[in-house]
């Protein structure tokens, strides 16, 4: 069964740091993109940024460029998010999610997310 | 960035309806529009890809349409488990853009 989870989220002071990771299981990370996507409370999806199979390829919301990091061991099968210079308006929860390409792109599978609150 | 616009941001419905939610791209997308439902509390989940495909394990009373800028996710007839608000997305290019969702609720 594909599955992803994630997991590093809390409490956090503006300024601050925080790494997200997300572990996969059923199948092989190393064969696909992946995403993050966040949702701050009572608000929409809004994607963060999207890694290519080797990390050699990285894209990121305009809003998280030069702060958020997005990397990936595939020996280890986890991804993460690598959250520095935190603001309130991070506060979400962030979902990770496989990418697949089936005609266009899209995100197959999700974890079940975990809350990044920045707050003081 | 591409903008994508939802409508209705929400609405009222009786079990059995028909149910029709549109979703417009600021520009041209091809084909490159999904469709995805999500519960309170719970991951989204992938409900239409390719702007017309039916992921695997999605009831066939979902439906979607469209191309270019307009698309449109249809359900034949709603049932008490589809009370859910529900995201179109475009994959064309990054950064990948989500609509505001339409909330769907009981009436």
């Known amino acids: 069964e594909v599955q992803v989870v994630e997991s590093g989220g809390g409490l956090v002071q503006p300024g601050g740091s925080l790494r997200l990771s997300c572990g996969a299981s059923?199948?092989?990370?190393?064969?696909?993109?992946m995403s993050w996507v966040r949702q701050a409370p009572g608000k929409g999806l809004e994607w963060v940024a999207n890694?290519?199979?080797?990390?050699?390829?990285?894209y990121y919301v305009d809003s998280v460029k030069g702060r958020f990091t997005i990397s990936r061991d595939n020996a280890k099968n986890t991804l993460y998010l690598q959250m520095n210079s935190l603001r309130a308006e991070d506060t979400a929860v962030y979902y990770c999610?496989?990418?697949?390409?089936?005609?266009?792109?899209?995100?197959?599978?999700w974890g079940q997310g975990t809350l990044v609150t920045v707050s003081s | 960035d591409i903008r994508m616009t939802q409508s209705p941001s929400s609405l009222s419905a009786s079990v059995g309806d028909r149910v029709t939610i549109t979703c417009r791209a600021s520009?041209?997308?091809?084909?490159?529009l999904n469709w995805y439902q999500q519960k309170p509390g719970k991951a989204p989940k992938l409900l239409i890809f390719?702007?017309?495909s039916l992921q695997s394990g999605v009831p066939l009373r979902f439906s979607g349409s469209g191309s270019g800028t307009d698309f449109t996710l249809t359900i034949s007839s709603l049932q008490p488990e589809d009370f859910a608000t529900y995201y179109c997305?475009?994959?064309?290019?990054?950064?990948?853009?989500f609509g505001q969702g339409t909330r769907v609720e009981i009436k």
């Open positions: 890694i290519k199979q080797d990390g050699s390829e990285k």
């Open positions: 390719a702007a017309s």
């Open positions: 999610a496989r990418i697949i390409f089936n005609n266009t792109w899209n995100n197959d599978y």
């Open positions: 520009q041209s997308i091809s084909n490159s």
């Open positions: 997305q475009q994959c064309r290019s990054a950064p990948w853009t």
């Open positions: 059923g199948f092989n990370l190393i064969n696909y993109w």
